[in-house]
């Protein structure tokens, strides 16, 4: 059984005060109508777009091939009926562009509604407001039961003859289930989302935001590491054997990147440093590889309530050369950080100061860290 989504853009976005359609407003890195696009399209077989009148050919181009742009009308409903007699679908979901950030799992679970007998079946939250009835002059009428009241969402999901026979009278209402209700048909509510929110002030563009995650506080550290060449050791670095290269002294196995690393993610997350963590006065990290080191770290940043959102690494030294197997260090460090993203780079300092009289090798880490 086949399913198509309606996705109602048609709206001018008033209450939100662009001066250009709310579908239009960017999220992020798309608009909001990409956004609900890209939630549906997994699971639909049709994607419908009412969009606004004037604004077809820029939608169109925003969206690409294999997506039917219609003119949306003066009113949702309207707008709604247009795009459905262009549906080609058993069933048809039916979703607002304004509520951006509904997920694909939550169009999963309505079409999962749907195909066990369903015909009708919307999200909806729990009120936690008390919620009150008012009359003409402002006075309360009545006091409704919130626990029986539910806060629906899209997308709603219809057997697409029931929602062409409730649209066919052309009523209006501002969801497409109170027009199967008014026929007497019977609309299951599932478990709706927080970010399904409805955007539709410039403050509810702040919720989607924080539900992306760009309001983080983060916090930034940085770290160096050097140690001088030693005959007869082996070397570690960026978390890789290098079976070629002379080893370096030091307490543990001397991986400079690794331990610059775990310094950058101590400094930005206040928690000492490589030393006071790990330091002589602890025999058991004696020999402790690079790449143990920095798995320990991650477990005392993560401990402290925080997670890595990105480190960098820059090895300075004459020898080894690191760019071959560049790569292979990204991967090892960054699987010791639990797959945070990692990238390394290389320096020599034109044969002069730090390592440039090739006497040993040096790290500066940076670490960007945000709490959870
Ligand atoms: N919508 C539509 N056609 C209309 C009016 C609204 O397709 N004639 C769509 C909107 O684009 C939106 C959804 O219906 O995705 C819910 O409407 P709403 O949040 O009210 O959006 P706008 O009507 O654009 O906003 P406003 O009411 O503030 O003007
Ligand atoms: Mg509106």
């Given at each position: 059984?086949?399913?198509?989504?309606?996705?109602?853009?048609?709206?001018?976005?008033?209450?939100?005060?662009?001066?250009?359609?709310?579908?239009?407003?960017?999220?992020?890195?798309?608009?909001?109508?990409?956004?609900?696009?890209?939630?549906?399209?997994?699971?639909?077989?049709?994607?419908?777009?009412?969009?606004?009148?004037?604004?077809?050919?820029?939608?169109?181009?925003?969206?690409?091939?294999?997506?039917?742009?219609?003119?949306?009308?003066?009113?949702?409903?309207?707008?709604?009926?247009?795009?459905?007699?262009?549906?080609?679908?058993?069933?048809?979901?039916?979703?607002?562009?304004?509520?951006?950030?509904?997920?694909?799992?939550?169009?999963?679970?309505?079409?999962?509604?749907?195909?066990?007998?369903?015909?009708?079946?919307?999200?909806?939250?729990?009120?936690?407001?008390?919620?009150?009835?008012?009359?003409?002059?402002?006075?309360?009428?009545?006091?409704?039961?919130?626990?029986?009241?539910?806060?629906?969402?899209?997308?709603?999901?219809?057997?697409?003859?029931?929602?062409?026979?409730?649209?066919?009278?052309?009523?209006?209402?501002?969801?497409?289930?109170?027009?199967?209700?008014?026929?007497?048909?019977?609309?299951?509510?599932?478990?709706?989302?927080?970010?399904?929110?409805?955007?539709?002030?410039?403050?509810?563009?702040?919720?989607?935001?924080?539900?992306?995650?760009?309001?983080?506080?983060?916090?930034?550290?940085?770290?160096?590491?050097?140690?001088?060449?030693?005959?007869?050791?082996?070397?570690?670095?960026?978390?890789?054997?290098?079976?070629?290269?002379?080893?370096?002294e030091g307490h543990s196995?001397?991986?400079?990147?690794?331990h610059?690393?775990?310094?950058?993610?101590?400094?930005?997350?206040?928690?000492?440093d490589l030393g006071s963590n790990f330091g002589t006065n602890r025999p058991e990290y004696a020999d402790a590889?690079?790449?143990?080191l920095?798995?320990?770290?991650?477990?005392?940043?993560?401990?402290?309530?925080?997670?890595?959102?990105?480190?960098?690494?820059?090895?300075?030294?004459?020898?080894?050369?690191?760019?071959?197997?560049?790569?292979?260090?990204?991967?090892?460090?960054?699987?010791?950080?639990?797959?945070?993203?990692?990238?390394?780079?290389?320096?020599?300092?034109?044969?002069?100061?730090?390592?440039?009289?090739?006497?040993?090798?040096?790290?500066?880490?940076?670490?960007?860290?945000?709490?959870?």
């Amino acid at each position: 059984m086949s399913v198509s989504a309606i996705i109602a853009a048609a709206g001018s976005g008033e209450r939100f005060g662009a001066g250009y359609p709310k579908a239009l407003i960017q999220l992020g890195d798309r608009t909001l109508l990409q956004h609900a696009i890209n939630a549906l399209a997994p699971v639909v077989d049709q994607i419908i777009i009412a969009a606004p009148t004037g604004f077809e050919q820029q939608i169109s181009e925003l969206v690409g091939d294999g997506i039917t742009v219609v003119s949306g009308g003066a009113t949702r409903s309207a707008s709604v009926r247009n795009a459905l007699a262009h549906v080609a679908s058993d069933f048809v979901l039916v979703h607002d562009a304004a509520r951006a950030l509904a997920t694909t799992d939550l169009a999963e679970r309505i079409i999962a509604t749907l195909r066990s007998g369903s015909s009708a079946v919307v999200p909806g939250l729990l009120e936690v407001d008390t919620v009150k009835s008012i009359d003409d002059k402002g006075r309360v009428a009545a006091t409704l039961d919130r626990s029986t009241l539910r806060r629906i969402q899209t997308p709603q999901g219809f057997s697409t003859q029931v929602l062409r026979d409730a649209h066919a009278s052309g009523a209006e209402a501002t969801d497409d289930a109170a027009l199967i209700e008014l026929l007497g048909g019977t609309v299951i509510v599932i478990d709706g989302e927080d970010r399904a929110l409805k955007i539709t002030t410039p403050a509810d563009l702040d919720s989607a935001l924080s539900f992306l995650g760009f309001n983080r506080s983060f916090r930034t550290g940085v770290g160096t590491d050097a140690h001088a060449f030693g005959e007869g050791r082996t070397l570690w670095l960026a978390g890789l054997h290098w079976p070629d290269d002379v080893g370096v002294e030091g307490h543990s196995d001397g991986d400079v990147a690794a331990h610059a690393i775990c310094d950058a993610l101590f400094a930005a997350t206040g928690l000492g440093d490589l030393g006071s963590n790990f330091g002589t006065n602890r025999p058991e990290y004696a020999d402790a590889s690079g790449s143990m080191l920095l798995q320990e770290t991650l477990a005392l940043v993560t401990d402290a309530g925080y997670a890595i959102s990105n480190v960098t690494v820059q090895i300075i030294g004459n020898k080894p050369k690191i760019g071959s197997r560049r790569a292979e260090a990204i991967e090892a460090l960054s699987k010791a950080l639990g797959g945070a993203p990692v990238s390394v780079s290389a320096t020599t300092t034109d044969g002069m100061g730090l390592t440039g009289e090739g006497k040993g090798i040096a790290a500066v880490a940076s670490a960007l860290v945000y709490k959870r």
